[in-house]
């Protein structure tokens, strides 16, 4: 079956400290790939993507994100984490044809200290 | 380029009344969803548009949920006997053309909440 874990349902990091978090897929297929930031009572915005071609991918905000097919995983990282970044973080596949639906993952939700 | 709206933001509804939301997509986007996301969890898909034409369906919409996209514009989502359960976040997305990946580009939504 297909389906996206995010295995951390909350993480607490300083701000100015790096950041990783983690996204696990199950797909049979290379699927497409998408990182999304919802804050409070706002809609998705789209952070990154993974279509095909070089593995590491630069998004906005200064996220990156690696593709691992040995790992089936995706993680999105930031060296410094601003407070700004404080939000709730979506790992999403994109099915490979037909209507290309997104699978959410639950969600990690990110907090910063000051 | 105005992003995707949606119509209310909120809405806050008795059991057993009927609720209609409305999402107007990027323009010139073909590709049209629904998702909805409960309280603690990733936005799950609900149904699916390309054009005016309703072609996929999630087990998730029951028989009291229906949704139509007249002239491949607008969308509309109605749920007719609003039950508790029913409480959630209705997110609408688009995206262009047909037959390639493209990113969704997701509207604020709409969160319902049935009393």
């Known amino acids: 079956a297909q389906s996206v874990t995010q295995p951390d349902i909350h993480i607490t990091v300083s701000e100015g400290a790096s950041l990783e978090l983690r996204c696990n897929y199950s797909?049979?297929?290379?699927?497409?790939l998408f990182w999304y930031v919802q804050s409070p009572g706002q809609g998705l915005q789209l952070l990154l993507k993974?279509?095909?071609?070089?593995?590491l991918v630069q998004g906005i905000k200064g996220f990156e994100a690696e593709f691992k097919r040995s790992q089936s995983s995706f993680n999105l990282r930031k060296p410094s984490v601003h407070w700004s970044d404080a939000a709730e973080y979506f790992c999403a596949v994109g099915t490979t044809s037909g209507t290309y639906k997104y699978i959410f993952g639950t969600g990690t939700r990110l907090k910063v200290l000051a | 380029d105005t992003g995707v709206s949606q119509d209310p933001r909120h809405k806050i509804t008795k059991r057993g009344q009927n609720v209609t939301f409305r999402c107007d997509p990027i323009s010139e986007h073909n590709r049209l969803y629904w998702y909805r996301q409960t309280l603690g969890q990733g936005p799950e898909f609900l149904t699916y548009f390309q054009n005016e034409a309703q072609l996929e369906k999630s087990r998730l919409l029951s028989d009291r949920f229906s949704a139509e996209r007249p002239k491949g514009s607008f969308s509309t989502l109605e749920i007719q006997r609003t039950e508790q359960g029913d409480s959630a976040m209705y997110l609408c997305a688009s995206s262009p053309r047909t037959g390639a990946p493209y990113e969704q580009y997701f509207g604020p939504g709409t969160r319902l909440t049935v009393t």
């Open positions: 993974y279509f095909s071609g070089d593995t």
């Open positions: 797909y049979g297929a290379t699927p497409y």
